[in-house]
């Protein structure tokens, strides 16, 4: 078994005003998740905003320091004491996909040419084995190097500017994809290509992810695992299964009973003529 995934009572603590009138928030709160498996994993983050998955999934990109504890990804300490990986190093281990992709792109350069970049300074590949990488990375989330060459963020949809995010992720070969609530700004038609695309990289191209969301629906589609999390803590952790089908924390039930089923019918009100 890998261990994949480690946090050892990652705790986030923001400090707001001056120093008499100074205030602090608990964005993390002893957080403790291990994941272990033989094989790439989605673990999904669930939670409403406020709840920490944000700052949970920062930490893990080095945005934010933690204020205690550590991290640990496929055995490299990540964040916290005693981190180890260089800025190269950690780059080629963990990579991000952002929430908004019109952000994640200058919509005054042309998007090949970050990724371009991503292969000669984060992989360290010359011109040729960048090329390569990028039309390589490009053609796992469907898309061609010619559809994407020297064209700027205002010429896709957010659907395809997403993909191209996720392949501008995969050029440097990481085992972990931290992706931010990933879909919440793409049309609705389009979030399941992109939530496919990611079930297929980890059974095909052996990624792991964290998928940070909202929705406790797609969290199940997609993942191995789910914790959730609410006020800075995870208050449910276990298998994607056992989370739905037998929760144990009544937040977990709350998140489950806002989720549309068809066992009920919507039934029209009769309205009597007066």
Known sequence: MTLILKTEGLNKVYRR?????????????????????????????????GSGKTTLAKTL??????????????????????????????????????QNPFEAFSRYRPVDAYLHETARRVAGMNDSAAEAAVAEA????????????????????????????????LIPQPKLIVADEPVSMIDASRRMIIINL??????????????????????????????????????EFGPAREVMNDPRHAYTQLLLDSIPTTKSRWRPRLVRAG
């Open 138 to 169: 490009l053609n796992s989330v469907g898309l061609s190097y010619d559809e994407i060459r020297g064209k700027y963020t205002g010429q896709f949809s957010g659907g395809e500017l997403q993909r191209i995010s996720v392949a501008r992720a």
């Open 198 to 235: 990611f079930k297929r990289l980890r059974d095909d191209a052996g990624r792991s992810f964290l998928y940070i969301t909202h929705d406790l629906a797609t969290a199940y589609y997609i993942s191995d695992f789910i914790a959730v999390m609410n006020k800075g803590q995870v208050v």
């Open 17 to 49: 005003g001056g120093i008499v009138r100074a205030q602090y928030v608990t964005a993390l709160d002893d957080v403790n998740i291990t994941v272990e498996s033989d094989k790439p994993v989605v673990i999904a983050v669930v939670g409403e905003s």
């Open 61 to 98: 990109l080095r945005l934010e320091t933690p204020t205690s504890g550590r991290a640990i990804v496929y055995d490299e300490v990540v964040a916290g004491k005693g981190a180890t990986p260089s800025k190269r190093a950690f780059l080629g281990l963990v990579q991000p996909i952002f």
